[in-house]
């Protein structure tokens, strides 16, 4: 595995960096391959300058398919933490969800699990699947995802108390100390 580092134009880069943009295009005259890490960092072609602003990502597919010959595209996963704006779409999602409790059941004959809730006494499907895992983890989803993001938040608090602790604590412990809060600041970031 090789980490590449590439200029992105801005409108691009943020793309990426909320989380929107999920692939890469470029000219394969470095060899990519999956597993490869890509710092993205943000360049102004205009004025000719890095803004500073980067991020780190990892190759998770490659294909030259209907490409212009000598480019790639390249399927990209955004490392680190989970964005505020990726958790709040996440939530919107699970908020648009059809309410009620999910259950699985089977009509009499069907080969399926039918995942459905009840609504005046009366079974409305959600959705038909074949196998019983899939079943079994699309019943669970709804409280399993509340469960994360409750978590995650939960987490997000438990490290800005840390950043938060009184100095006077801070100092008898510092290097413990400076250890966790650049940690902590990785996971925020």
């Not at 490409?67 to 399927?75: D, F, I, K, M, W």
């Not at 009366?122 to 993001?149: C, M, T, V, W």
């Not at 510092?174 to 940690?183: L, P, V």
Request: proline share 3%.
């Amino acid at each position: 595995m090789k980490t590449h580092e590439l200029k992105t134009e801005p409108q691009y880069f943020q793309a990426v960096l909320d989380g929107r943009k999920r692939f890469e295009i470029r000219k394969n005259d470095r060899g990519f391959e999956e597993g490869d890490k890509l710092l993205l960092k943000e360049y102004d072609a205009d004025g000719h300058f890095f803004t500073g602003r980067r991020v780190e990502v990892t190759v998770t597919y490659i294909t030259d398919y209907e490409q212009q010959p000598g480019y790639v595209a390249l399927s990209i996963r955004k490392n680190g933490a989970t964005t505020d704006t990726e958790l709040r779409d996440i939530e919107e999602r699970l908020n648009d969800i059809t309410e009620g409790e999910w259950t699985r059941y089977h009509d009499e004959g069907a080969p399926m699990n039918i995942l459905g809730v009840l609504e005046d006494g009366q079974a409305k499907s959600i959705g038909e699947f074949y196998s019983d895992e899939d079943a079994r983890f699309a019943e669970h989803a709804p409280n399993d995802i509340r469960r994360l993001l409750d978590e995650v938040e939960r987490l997000r608090n438990a490290l800005q108390d840390i950043i938060n602790t009184p100095s006077d604590w801070k100092d008898s412990y510092s290097q413990a100390y400076s250890a966790c809060i650049r940690k902590a600041l990785e996971a925020l970031k």
